[in-house]
């Protein structure tokens, strides 16, 4: 494993941490009540973007081989269904579900090498891994990062 | 150079264009009476956004030792000062300009090596490079890729 390879493994860590504590700054900064407004007329409700990166993040321990999710339940509400508008779970249980599974994430994180940043992710084969060896944990990493950055930009406008 | 290096490059410069065929998708299929709207009320126009997005990308050119700005008269307008609601840039003009950064961009990125992306950007010193070489081109290339993610994620607004 040479610098650069590290190098590069710290740069893709520090953009999520960047993303990561952009996004919980905003959190600490909105009340409940703001969470449970539209973050634009018509549009997700800032209790289910929480729940989404939540859930999203959640499926990334089984994807990237870091045990099971710990919160299974938010993925028919908050992934695979659309913005219902009603209180699914509260602004503190998603809130509390967000830390955890980021503290979880971040913690396996920390137990890695390099190289494991370069194994497969759990969504792809090993036989199809040997022709497209970019489908690995970075590449994980990488495309969270831009969908937390992306729903960031939305959540925001619950600042007044 | 070894494998993983590259294939880490690979998966920034992917998510990289994957972000910006998101965003020009979304442009094809906006009318300039759509750009010129707010993306949120009160918020920024969509040719505010646009116009930024293609500053932020044209200063990317000198920061990663590429040449100069294409539109450096962008960076007062669309990036140290807040959005005036005025028709600086005609909807026009500034599709024409945000196509020409990128094309630039990807051009001179198409001739890059691998490690050319762990050079300096312009933006630090040789000297204090020394003891932060993660602050290199592929780090830029990161930290706009999530940039990019962010306003697109307040742009896809602006579609009914």
Chains 1, 2 share one sequence.
Do not use: C
Not at 77 to 98: S, V
């Amino acid at each position: 494993m040479n610098n650069h390879t590290a190098t590069a493994v710290k740069s893709a860590l520090d953009n999520w941490n960047l993303q990561l504590s952009r996004l919980n700054q905003l959190l600490d900064g909105l009340s409940d009540d703001q969470l449970l407004k539209e973050v634009a007329p018509g549009r997700n409700r800032g209790v289910y973007l929480l729940g989404h990166l939540a859930s999203v993040h959640d499926r990334m321990l089984p994807l990237l081989h870091m045990g099971s999710s710990l919160y299974p339940e938010l993925e028919s509400i908050y992934i695979q269904n659309p913005d219902n508008k009603k209180n699914d779970f509260t602004p503190a249980q998603l809130r509390e579900a967000w830390k955890k599974v980021n503290e979880q994430l971040n913690t396996q994180f920390a137990k890695m090498d390099v190289a494991d940043w370069f194994h497969r992710h759990d969504a792809i084969s090993e036989e199809d891994f040997k022709n497209e060896p970019h489908r690995n944990k970075l590449n994980v990493l990488m495309n969270r990062t831009g969908h937390l950055a992306y729903h960031y930009g939305q959540m925001i406008f619950l600042k007044k």
